[in-house]
């Protein structure tokens, strides 16, 4: 009988972090990775030397937000503008959810497993990070 997996477990976490932390240094930005499970709930999360303190929970609320609305974080930043669908969303969840690039649902055979959420550099540079993680799984 094949079983499915249906969320996350710690070694799946440590390799996608494995995978954001070279991509990370390859771009010489310390980052902070978080990895959630299908619940959303923290499974880990490494802050890489020099990485901003700041960005802890920045990274931890990516993840989050990406499993809660199973979507892209940047993509939730678009509809999240004034006038857009989601406009004001960032306010929900006690202010759990980050409308900032970074954050991304991880899939396996097309079902939601968990999410990961990278911060510390440039939107651009979280988004190639959280890239490279979610390759990782």
């Given at each position: 009988m094949t079983q499915q997996l249906t969320s996350l477990s710690l070694d799946d976490a440590r390799r996608i972090v494995a995978a954001g932390?070279?991509?990370?240094?390859?771009?010489?930005?310390?980052?902070?990775?978080?990895?959630?499970?299908?619940?959303?709930?923290?499974?880990?999360?490494?802050?890489?030397?020099?990485?901003?303190?700041?960005?802890?929970d920045i990274a931890i609320n990516k993840a989050f937000t990406a499993r809660a609305f199973d979507i892209d974080t940047a993509e939730l930043a678009e509809l999240a503008t004034p006038g857009g669908p989601f406009y004001g969303i960032q306010a929900s969840n006690n202010g759990k959810v980050?409308?900032?690039?970074?954050?991304?649902?991880?899939?396996?055979?097309?079902?939601?497993?968990?999410?990961?959420?990278?911060?510390?550099?440039?939107?651009?540079?979280?988004?190639?990070?959280?890239?490279?993680?979610?390759?990782?799984?």
């Open positions: 932390e070279a991509r990370a240094a390859e771009i010489g930005q310390p980052m902070n990775i978080a990895v959630v499970d299908a619940g959303g709930d923290l499974v880990l999360h490494v802050r890489m030397d020099g990485a901003w303190r700041g960005s802890v980050m409308v900032f690039a970074g954050g991304a649902p991880v899939r396996a055979d097309g079902v939601i497993v968990g999410a990961v959420g990278v911060s510390g550099g440039t939107g651009e540079q979280d988004t190639t990070v959280c890239e490279a993680a979610t390759a990782g799984f």
